[in-house]
Every structure is written in C-alpha cells, then in structure tokens.
C-alpha cells in the first residue's frame, strides 16, 4: 500500500491520505479529480481498470461521491474522496468518459443528490419522475408528503436531455441534446443497409430460381405471381413487393 501511495502522491500533488482503511483512501479536489482519474486507470503501475462503485455522500457541510476502484492486473483497491461545499449548485467532473458504468451511476447520483457531473453526456434523474421535487438522500431533504403526493398521471416523456459542459475558458455551460437523434440515425442506417442486401440477395438469386424451376424444382413457399416474375426476368423490388402483397401480375 505504501508504494501505491507514494506512485498517486507523484501523480497529484495536492493528495491527502487516509491509510487505517481497509482501502486507501485519497482525497482530491475536484478540479484535479479527472486527471488524476485518467493516471489511475492508464498508468501501468496502477492500472484501475474497473469502477466497482461510485455512492454519493452527503456530510452535511459538504456533498461529494466515493469512488471505489480496482486493478485486475495487481489486485489492488483505492477509495477516492471527491467532495463540494456548494450546496445550492453542487458540481463534479464526470468520469463517464474513462469507465462506461459511471455513466449510470453518476445519474443516479444526481437522481438522489442533487449533484451535476460537468462534461456528462445525459445528465437526466434515472429512478424517480422528471417532475419530482428535491433529492430524497440528502440530509436537508423535506420528508412532507405535499412535497410530492402520489402522482396516478403519467409523467411527461422528455425528448431532450443536458450537458453541462466544461469550455477551454472554464465556464460550464448547459446544453440541451436531443435524446432519440442517435436512435434514429441509427435506425435509418440500418434500414437502409438491409434494402441493400435485399436488392443484392434479391437479383443474385433470381437466376438460381430461374433454374429450379425450368427442372421442375418449384419452390412452393412463394405465390405462383412470384414465380412468374423471376422466369419473365422482371425481378424490380415493386414487382417483388406486389407479388408479396397478393396483386396480381401482368405481363
């Protein structure tokens, strides 16, 4: 523990230490959190591959989140101390962009503290409703039920999301993505590769039917319409689709 100690040391100087853990624990300040991040999880001689858990914590004069990490390849574990004293704004830098399960975990985070993770690409709540009131885990949290009642309506379906993101200048600014556009992309380049491999499928085989059937070889799982169509030749996809739609066809 001790040589990984003094390697984080040499990695973030202004590091504090807590040692009569059963983890290491290292306390950094947030604007030297994701580097130190990025050392953690690229050097070879710390090498913290795997993000085991990210807890948010409230200690009443300050928010902040735990971050447990361990290497795969030395066996080693850590606990990094990440906290704000505002309140009103709390603010982390995300580490979604080093290891993919903090993508979730800083959300739900947010969901029950409040806290915003600067640079996250879809910093919405991931448990409770879009309209619910506070973050339940913190300690200044009003338990009144009129906070918020038993909704029986269904909450309204947000087609954006936020980004609070971090400028070269070091102003964070908010902005607003659209949700399903990366959905929908890829929706469009799938169907339009597959009507391509149909069209490519469709004409390769057209001659191969054509010799079945010429030997008497009919396949009868295809309307006779569209086994007309491939000896006439006519092997145009709206000719197929008319064919498969049960429209009749005409020479």
């Known amino acids: 523990m001790a040589n990984l100690q003094e390697k984080i040391a040499s990695m973030c100087k202004s590091a504090t230490f807590v040692t009569d853990t059963e983890w290491l624990e290292v306390n950094v300040a947030d604007a030297d ?6 050392s953690l999880k690229e050097d070879p001689e710390t090498s913290m591959d795997q993000l085991v858990a990210l807890i948010g914590m409230d200690w009443t004069e300050t928010l902040g989140c735990m ?7 030395h066996n080693t574990q850590i606990a990094v101390k990440v906290e704000t004293a505002d309140h009103e704004n709390p603010m982390l830098h995300s580490v979604s962009d080093l290891w993919d399960v903090a993508n979730l975990y800083e959300r739900e ?3 029950y503290y409040g806290i915003i993770f600067i640079n996250h690409p879809d910093m919405r709540r991931l448990f409770l409703r879009n309209d619910w009131v506070g973050y339940p885990l913190r300690k200044d949290y009003d338990l009144s039920p009129e906070t918020n009642p038993v909704r029986l309506d269904h909450e309204a379906v947000e087609d954006t999301t936020v980004s609070y993101q971090e400028q070269p200048d070091g102003t964070i600014v908010k902005k607003e993505i659209p949700v399903f556009l990366h959905l ?3 929706f469009m380049l799938f169907f339009t590769c597959n009507i391509v491999l149909f069209s490519i499928t469709f004409y390769c085989i057209s001659p191969l039917f054509k010799i079945y059937m010429q ?3 009919c396949p009868v799982i295809f309307p006779a319409d569209f086994q007309r169509t491939l000896l006439s030749g006519d092997c145009h996809l709206c000719t197929f689709r008319k064919c498969l739609m049960g429209i009749p066809h005409t020479d």
């Open 33 to 38: 959190w994701h580097s130190l991040a990025k």
């Open 67 to 73: 971050y447990y990490l361990h290497s795969t390849a």
């Open 109 to 111: 985070v947010y969901d």
């Open 184 to 186: 929908l992309l890829a």
């Open 215 to 217: 030997f008497g070889i």
